[in-house]
């Protein structure tokens, strides 16, 4: 059976994608920063809990160690974790931000690669935002311009270029960024809008179980691919 990982899976979107892929058939470990709310969330759902703290190393390392003891690969790995970083800006918050953000992708996309390598069919998908497109923070009919979130901005920007960087230097895994769509969550609560998640992990699952045949180095929402 396919073997995925999702970060930050207690809740939210990456809660929903795990109870897709499980839905689908898929070996599914959720993993979270906080043991409590990931064992629990995982016995909901009849996943497998992995502890895993995306601004961690050792957290990192061990998760993947877990995972290769199990079931020596990696099919699916869903990059969910991720922070918003709205209020007032300084250099702690930008730091917290980018490092759960954008150099969390690189922790845990480094540490997974020898498992994915191992598989067939490998997919990496980025929970990204067009927040960090240049082409819709710029556009007056898109949502995002008036969006006052520079960090989470600029982080998903980062976010999205190293999942292209990384689609080109690992052409036998797919790696798509996700535009997943404006989602009702924690993280937007203050801002009172969006779909629910459920919808948005349809569009992840999408990514999540393309074929051989399927594209890499993209950014994408449901109706395909974005500019950015």
């Given amino acids: 059976m396919t073997v995925a990982l999702i970060t930050g899976a207690n809740k939210g979107i990456g809660f929903e994608t795990a109870r897709q892929l499980l839905e689908l058939g898929h070996v599914v470990y959720l993993g979270a920063r906080d043991v409590e709310r990931g064992e629990k969330a995982a016995a909901e759902l009849g996943a497998r809990f992995v502890q895993l703290d995306v601004t961690d190393d050792a957290s990192v390392r061990n998760a993947l160690a877990t995972i ?34 954008a150099v969390g992708i690189v922790r845990v996309t480094e540490a997974a690669l020898p498992l994915l390598r191992k598989s067939s069919n490998a997919t990496v998908v980025t929970v990204s935002s067009s927040a960090g497109s240049f082409w819709a923070v710029n556009n007056p009919d898109r949502p995002e311009y008036h969006l006052p979130v520079a960090l989470y901005s600029a982080s998903k920007a980062a976010a999205t270029m190293l999942t292209i960087q990384y689609a080109k230097a690992e052409p036998s895994i797919k790696f798509n960024a996700l535009e997943p769509g404006t989602t009702a969550t924690d993280m937007t609560a203050a801002f009172g809008i969006g779909r629910s998640p459920e919808e948005s992990a349809e569009v992840v699952v999408r990514l999540a179980t393309l074929g051989p045949d399927g594209p890499t180095g993209t950014l994408q929402d449901e109706a395909g691919e974005l500019p950015w």
């Fill in 68 to 101: 290769d003891a199990a079931e020596g690969r990696l099919d699916i790995l869903v990059h969910n974790a991720g922070v918003l970083g709205d209020g007032p800006i300084d250099g702690p918050k930008a730091l917290r931000v980018f490092d759960t953000n």
